[in-house]
C-alpha cells in the first residue's frame, strides 16, 4: 500500500509541475514578444526622428524670426 501512495504522490507532483512549467513559459513568451515590440519601436522612433529633424530643420530656415527675437 506504500508504494501505492509514493505512486500516486509522486504522480501528483509531476503534474504540479508540469502545469507550473506552462505557466512560466507563457510568462517568458510574454516577455520575449515585449521585447521584439520595443526592439522595433526605438528602431521605427530613430529613423522618425531623423525625418523629424530635418523638417524642423526645414522650417526653421524658412519661418525667420524679427529681428530683436
Known amino acids: ?3 501505492v501512495g509514493e505512486q500516486v504522490n ?3 507532483l509531476s503534474l504540479y509541475l508540469a502545469g507550473s512549467r ?3 513559459q507563457g ?3 510574454f516577455a520575449l514578444m ?3 515590440l520595443v526592439a522595433v519601436a526605438s528602431i ?3 529613423a522618425l526622428g531623423v ?3 530635418g523638417l524642423f530643420t526645414g522650417l526653421g530656415g524658412k519661418l525667420k524670426l524679427p529681428a530683436g527675437f
Open 44 to 46: 521605427g522612433l530613430g
Open 10 to 12: 509522486a504522480e501528483i
Open 1 to 3: 500500500m506504500k508504494r
Open 27 to 29: 510568462i517568458i513568451e
Open 51 to 53: 525625418d523629424l529633424q
Open 22 to 24: 506552462q505557466a512560466a
Open 34 to 36: 515585449i521585447v521584439v
